[in-house]
């Protein structure tokens, strides 16, 4: 099994322990204390266990000094913890408020709840300890996906008979998202781990691109889908925090940008004041708050602004998680050492240049030759080039009107160019015409028709999927 797939399993099996760790940890302390256990303290805690027991494995260290760098970073982590639940104002890194929280006077209730809390966080540390050691294969998945099934049946009874017998609601936890979450990053482990690279694989004939595409679009879609359903608190808190900062950052901009907008456009088609009283900055101001986006256009504005800011957040995500995986590459890699190995950065990049290069060579079989035809059989021969590259090649014992037949039912929009060519062609070589020079200009005219780029999206289609 290859390196990257997996730390693909490993990112679902976190997943998936995560889901239904973190459920029961927030169904219990908001049932029992109305509070509800951070979910990035949980991702804090149960990430750096994996991260830091996969760092220390296999490094011949001292078990003494393993312990010891796991309590130290446990501590801090569990400091976290307490720190969110004492909603003090100062900074972290002063410890004056941890001798406050312990200082103050509290009820036996607030000090069970902190107690609860601190063992949460002591379960998952442990739960992402024991993950990063056990081995990535198809009976750990299966352990983990029926472990996640009992635990949230269970939950779901729970939440029931809390709702029935005690009249507590939930209101603050979202247990269907975060099941959707652990059922997502199943389904990519399942996945992953029935798919191992052992043997040879074969493909139908055409049908290999498309399921490269539609398999890698699958695993993005499903294991995206499956962090953002579990992240979605975090998410959100960032996103208000952004748009916060956005505002104040770009309420400086506003002025300037709409001195921008009447220079190019207020003195040509703005509506001037009413009054005449006010400046032609204030009257620029005035129109575009008063104009009303009404029936699809709003949704056309809505849909454009998700897609943006979702492209922009996804475009930062990648670039984030690529420097922060490159730093612990080289942060990872001992001196001295002859061969690291490729660098995150370098895998990335050749991957990019095979992507440009397989959509340049289908590119590069849409267009036309860059030879001009000069006789009816060379603009045969370019036909029969141009259906071989659209996916509908010429059989050995096919004439030009039955191959022409073949590419009129698959391209009836350009049948009248096509049959130009054909026509052409059994004049010149059936009936022995020697002067064609009139009709020869037509049928180039047929031929580069037949490459131009409105015709590039039925061709792509059915060299794809023939």
């Known amino acids: 099994m290859t390196a990257w797939r997996e730390n693909l399993i490993l990112l679902t099996l976190w997943g998936m322990n995560l889901s239904w760790l973190y459920g029961w940890a ?145 209101t603050e936890l979202s247990l269907p998202r975060i099941f959707l979450a652990f059922f997502l990053f199943g389904v990519v482990a399942f996945c992953l781990a029935r798919c191992q690279g052992q043997g040879r694989s074969d493909f139908l004939v055409g049908f290999r691109g498309i399921g490269v595409v539609l398999g890698f679009a699958s695993l993005m879609l499903a294991l995206g889908g499956g962090l953002i359903a579990l992240f979605l608190p975090v998410l959100t808190a960032a996103a208000k925090t952004g748009v916060a900062v956005l505002q104040t950052v770009s309420a400086p901009a506003g002025a300037l940008l709409v001195k921008i907008l009447t220079f190019f456009f207020g003195h040509a088609r703005m509506k001037q004041d ?41 475009l930062a995500l990648a670039l984030t998680v690529l420097v922060g995986w490159q730093l612990v590459w080289w942060l990872a890699q001992k001196t001295g050492k002859a061969s690291p190995g490729p660098s995150p950065w370098r895998m990335v990049w050749a991957m990019i240049v095979k992507i440009a290069a397989a959509f340049a060579g289908k590119l590069r079989r849409l267009r036309r030759p860059s030879s001009r035809a000069a006789d009816p059989v060379q603009l045969y021969r370019t036909l029969t080039i141009w259906g071989e590259r659209s996916g509908l090649a010429l059989l050995p014992s096919e004439t030009p009107s039955q191959y022409g037949s073949r590419l009129i039912r698959r391209f009836p929009a350009v049948q009248d160019e096509i049959r130009t060519i054909i026509r052409i062609h059994d004049e010149a070589v059936y009936g022995q015409r020697r002067n064609l020079s009139c009709q020869m200009e037509k049928a180039r005219l047929s031929n580069r028709r037949l490459h131009a780029p409105r015709v590039w999206p039925v061709r792509l289609k059915s060299l794809l999927f023939r």
């Open 26 to 170: 927030a169904v219990l302390m908001l049932a029992g204390f109305g509070r509800l256990f951070p979910q990035s303290d949980a991702i804090m805690l149960s990430g750096l266990a994996v991260l830091l027991t996969l760092f220390t494995r296999r490094r011949g260290w001292r078990n003494v000094y393993i312990v010891g760098l796991h309590l130290v970073v446990l501590i801090l982590a569990c400091g976290a913890v307490l720190y969110h639940f004492a909603q003090t104002g100062m900074p972290f890194y002063r410890v004056v408020w941890l001798v406050e929280l312990f200082s103050r006077p509290k009820s036996p209730g607030q000090w069970l709840l902190l107690g609860v809390a601190l063992g949460w966080g002591l379960a998952f540390w442990a739960a992402g300890t024991r993950l990063a050691a056990r081995p990535r294969n198809h009976i750990t998945i299966s352990n983990y996906f029926d472990a996640g099934i009992i635990a949230f049946v269970l939950l779901h009874l729970l939440e029931a008979i809390l709702k029935t017998e005690g009249g507590i609601v939930l």
């Open 274 to 314: 009413q009054a005449g009283t006010q400046s032609g900055q204030d009257a620029l101001l005035q129109t575009i708050t008063g104009w009303q986006l009404e029936g699809w256009l709003v949704l056309l504005q809505e849909a454009l602004l998700v897609l943006t800011i979702g492209v922009i957040f996804l």
